[in-house]
């Protein structure tokens, strides 16, 4: 598990997670994240995200491709205009 809750995080560079490939649960909740970006590549055993309470605007579906065993996705409490089709 990785908890990065309330930490006032305004972003998070590309790839900034890809050593962690057993990580299982990610926690970036009650931040101030605007974009996911990549992040979440290479994350292929992630079973839970949360991002709720950040501001992020857009949901891409690039973003979740490798995230094959994912099975819980928080983004309650944002600011979500726009959804990427199949995502």
């Known amino acids: 598990d990785l908890d990065l809750s309330s930490n006032n ?3 998070i560079e590309e790839f900034a997670f890809s050593y962690l490939k057993n990580l299982r649960y990610l926690r970036l909740s009650k931040n101030k994240l605007k974009t996911i970006g990549n992040i ?3 994350l292929t ?3 839970s995200i949360s991002f709720n309470q950040n501001k992020i605007v857009e949901l891409r579906s690039s973003w979740f491709e490798s995230l094959k065993l994912l099975s819980s996705i928080v983004f309650n409490e944002n600011l979500i205009e726009t959804i ?3 995502t």
């Open 84 to 86: 990427e089709p199949k």
């Open 45 to 47: 055993k992630l079973h």
């Open 40 to 42: 979440l590549k290479n």
């Open 9 to 11: 995080i305004e972003s």
